[in-house]
């Protein structure tokens, strides 16, 4: 069975509705008020009858639903993100040129040093493979060696740079909320309080006047005529009467008007 569209409830919070009702008629039998289920409604009807009401129940809640969905937005407003990391990116700035020369030279240095060993080895063990080599063959290894450990120094560097910032974030990062985890405190608290109010003014009273109505139609889909503090539904026709059940004194007499002929009127009264 699914709810039908309510006006004030968002898509996202008809589970949870439903899970209140569930709640309520599963622990019926704890419940003196509710002691009549079943001599004339089952709980699937009652369940029919509340589901099809969900605008009308949920309306005794409204008060307490619309602060928990504005608490929830709020939670969910990614300004806080923004502030902090408005904060971070300030204090950054301030050392943007250092950083910047930073970051080129541990990406740039590796490189460079690396190009530069490989060469100065490759011509170097090229020349001193040559009979007789060139005296520079042994300038050329020695520059390449050095280049080498430049090159492994810069490598070194850069992981230990890469470890540092990892570090750095992970202890400023704000952890993101799972998806189905636990919802902040506030948010959590308003969505008590809406769930209350929903099943003390609203689900409670729409089953307990559903089973003392004896002209609740689970079939309908109208709810009780008298639903406690939940706003009444229907109306009453005009008290008619019957026109033979009232007296003959007061049935309205009529007479008829006393018009003459001009032709039979006298002398006086002839035409010009």
């Not at 040093?113 to 011509?123: D, H, K, P, Q």
């Not at 060696?145 to 230990?160: C, M, P, Q, R």
């Not at 003390?200 to 109208?222: H, M, Q, T």
């Amino acid at each position: 069975m699914h709810m039908k569209s309510a006006p004030h409830l968002l898509t996202e919070d008809r589970a949870e509705y439903e899970r209140v009702l569930d709640d309520a008629l599963r622990t019926a039998h704890d419940r003196p008020d509710l002691a009549g289920i079943g001599q004339r409604l089952n709980t699937e009807q009652l369940r029919t009858m509340a589901l099809n009401a969900t605008a009308l129940i949920s309306a005794a809640a409204a008060a307490e639903y619309d602060h928990f969905v504005k608490v929830r937005e709020e939670s969910r407003n990614p300004t806080g993100m923004a502030a902090i990391g408005s904060v971070l990116a300030s204090s950054d700035d301030e050392n943007d040129t250092g950083a910047g020369v930073g970051v080129i030279v541990t990406v740039l240095a590796p490189v460079l040093a690396g190009t530069a060993a490989v060469i100065f080895l490759l011509v170097g063990y090229v020349l001193k493979a040559l009979d007789p080599a060139p005296a520079f063959a042994d300038s050329l290894l020695a520059a390449g060696w050095f280049f080498g450990a430049v090159t492994a120094a810069g490598i070194l560097a850069a992981a230990i740079g890469l470890l540092v910032t990892a570090l750095r974030n992970s202890s400023t990062a704000v952890p993101a909320q799972e998806p189905g985890g636990e919802l902040p405190d506030e948010v959590s608290r308003a969505r008590e309080a809406w769930r209350h109010a929903l099943l003390e003014r609203g689900i409670l009273p729409f089953l307990r006047n559903a089973l003392a109505d004896p002209s609740a139609d689970p079939l309908s889909g109208v709810p009780p005529r008298h639903v406690g503090r939940i706003p009444k539904v229907g109306y009453s026709g005009p008290d008619f009467s019957s026109p033979g059940e009232g007296g003959a004194g007061s049935r309205p007499a009529f007479t008829s008007p006393d018009f003459t002929s001009p032709d039979f009127g006298g002398p006086e009264h002839q035409p010009d």
